[in-house]
């Protein structure tokens, strides 16, 4: 499963950038699509989340700045980062996920190869 990001680049503090993740028209019907993000040292933490017919969630850092979307036409998602702080600077992943329970529960898990999101102060 290939998961195709772009939009990542570097930003003065306060300035803004769009990220875009284009998945398989299967993948994205019905799988959750997150973004994350990590920085150096740190460990990979979710960004953002929307599933079909569900609210987004967002980590409490990115609240009020930034928005996840779907376009359903283009199979695609998107990050749009506002009012961006140095402490955004990461790799912005993107994510897909689902956790199908019959008589045993699979997770499938996929993940697109990263963008470098750098804000300076």
């Known amino acids: 499963v290939q998961l195709v990001e772009s939009g990542g680049g570097w930003v003065q503090s306060g300035g803004s950038l769009r990220l875009s993740c284009i998945a398989p028209?299967?993948?994205?019907?019905?799988?959750?699509m997150s973004w994350y993000r990590q920085a150096p040292g740190n460990q990979r933490e979710m960004v953002a989340s929307?599933?079909?017919?569900?609210?987004?969630n967002y980590a409490d850092s990115v609240k009020g700045r930034f928005t996840i979307s779907r376009d359903s036409a283009n199979n695609t998602i998107y990050l749009q980062m506002n009012n961006l702080k140095p402490e955004d600077t990461a790799v912005y992943y993107c994510?897909?996920?689902?956790?199908?329970?019959?008589?045993?529960?699979?997770?499938?898990?996929?993940w697109g190869q990263g963008t470098q999101v750098t804000v300076s102060s």
């Open positions: 929307i599933k079909s017919g569900a609210n987004a």
């Open positions: 994510n897909a996920e689902r956790t199908i329970t019959t008589v045993k529960t699979t997770r499938y898990n996929y």
């Open positions: 028209e299967n993948i994205f019907r019905v799988y959750t």
